[in-house]
């Protein structure tokens, strides 16, 4: 019997909320991660891409 994890996908707008947990709210990582239930390397990831604007 295997079990296979779905994979989770993340609207640009949650990304950019958890984000700005981290950048505006002054959570750690690990907290802001653990706020929005997903790993902190996915967090890590998002907070370093750039920010198109338009």
Avoid: C, H
Wanted: proline share 4%; charged share 35%.
């Amino acid at each position: 019997m295997t079990t296979e994890k779905k994979r989770r996908r993340f609207t640009p707008e949650f990304k950019k909320d958890a984000v700005a947990l981290v950048t505006e709210q002054g959570y750690s990582i690990a907290k802001a991660a653990q706020a929005v239930d997903t790993s902190e390397n996915n967090l890590r990831r998002w907070s370093r891409k750039p920010r198109v604007i338009g």
